[in-house]
C-alpha cells in the first residue's frame, strides 16, 4: 500500500471516525454514557503522552539533520507556548464533557439563540485543529509509518470525548442532531486536507518533518496537561483518583505495546 493510502486512510480514522464514533457514543442513555465520559479522558491523556514522549520526540531527536536535539526542543517549547496563544483565540479549545465554560454553553436551560454563537466557534476551532491534525499525521507517516499509525491512534483516542463534548454544545445551541452530525463531519475532513498538503508539501522540505514532528509532540502535550488534566483534579475521591490513575497508565501502555509491536 503507498504512502499517501496509509496516510488518507489515517487521517480519516482520527477525524471522521472519531465523529462517527463520538455519534454513536451518543446513542447511550445519558445515564449510562455520563459516567463513562471521564474514563475515555483519562485514557486520552494516556495516549496523549505516550505517543509525545515514546513515539514523537525520539523519533524527532533521531532524524533532526545534525543531530539538532536543541533545536528539536526549542520547537516544542515554541509549540506549546503558540497553542496556549490559540487557545486564548478560542481556536483551539477542545469541549470533553456535556458543559464547556469557554464555548458558553454551562447552562441547558439557556435560549438557544444565547448560545447560538458557541455552535459556531466549535466548528471553527474543530477545523483548525483537525487540519492542525491532519498535517501532524502526515508528517508521522513521511518519517516511519509506525509512528503514523501511532500518532493517529493518539489523535482518534482524545478525538472521540472532545467531538461528545462538541455535539452537545452544537445541540445546545439550536442544532438539530442531523445538522450537528453533517457539519461535524465536514469539519473532520479538513484532517485529510491538512494531511494532504503536508504530504505533497513536506517531499520538498524533509529535513523540516523532524521540527513538525515536534510540534506534534508539544500539540499532544499542551491538549493533555493544559485541556484534560485539570478536569480530572475536579474529582477528588480516592476510588475515583486510582480509576484516573490506572487509565492514564493504560493509554500509555497501549502507545508502548503498539509502536514496539509494530517495530
Not at 456535556?98 to 471553527?124: I, M, S
Not at 472532545?162 to 452530525?181: H, M, N, T, Y
Not at 494532504?196 to 491538549?223: D, H, K, N, R, T
Request: with cysteine; net charge negative.
Amino acid at each position: 500500500m503507498s504512502l499517501i493510502t496509509w496516510i488518507i486512510i489515517f487521517s480519516l480514522v482520527g477525524g471522521v471516525l472519531s465523529v462517527i464514533a463520538a455519534a454513536l457514543f451518543l446513542l447511550i442513555p445519558q445515564a449510562k454514557r455520563a459516567p463513562l465520559l471521564p474514563h475515555m479522558v483519562s485514557f486520552a491523556i494516556g495516549a496523549l503522552l505516550g505517543a509525545a514522549f515514546l513515539g514523537l520526540l525520539p523519533h524527532a531527536l533521531n532524524s533532526a539533520v545534525d543531530a539538532d536535539a536543541h533545536g528539536i526542543m526549542k520547537t516544542t517549547l515554541f509549540g506549546i507556548l503558540t497553542f496556549f496563544v490559540l487557545e486564548k483565540l478560542v481556536l483551539w479549545r477542545h469541549c470533553h464533557s456535556f458543559e464547556c465554560e469557554v464555548h458558553g454553553a454551562d447552562d441547558h436551560n439557556h435560549q438557544h439563540q444565547e448560545t447560538a454563537p458557541a455552535g459556531t466557534l466549535v466548528l471553527v476551532g474543530d477545523a483548525v485543529h483537525n487540519f492542525v491534525d491532519g498535517i501532524l499525521i502526515a508528517a508521522a507517516f513521511m518519517t516511519d509509518i509506525h509512528l503514523g499509525i501511532v500518532t493517529a491512534l493518539a489523535v482518534a483516542a482524545h478525538e472521540i470525548p472532545q467531538e461528545v463534548g462538541d455535539f452537545a454544545i452544537l445541540l445546545d445551541s439550536g442544532f438539530s442532531r442531523a445538522k450537528a452530525f453533517l457539519f461535524n463531519i465536514l469539519a473532520s475532513l479538513t484532517t485529510v486536507v491538512g494531511a494532504l498538503l503536508a504530504y505533497y508539501g513536506l517531499q520538498e522540505v524533509q529535513e523540516y518533518v523532524p521540527y513538525v514532528l515536534a510540534i506534534a509532540a508539544s500539540s499532544f502535550i499542551y491538549v493533555a496537561v493544559a485541556d484534560l488534566i485539570p478536569g480530572l483534579h475536579k474529582r477528588t475521591e480516592v476510588i475515583e483518583s486510582i480509576r484516573q490513575i490506572v487509565l492514564i497508565a493504560s493509554g500509555v501502555l497501549l502507545i508502548y505495546f503498539a509502536h514496539s509491536q509494530l517495530h
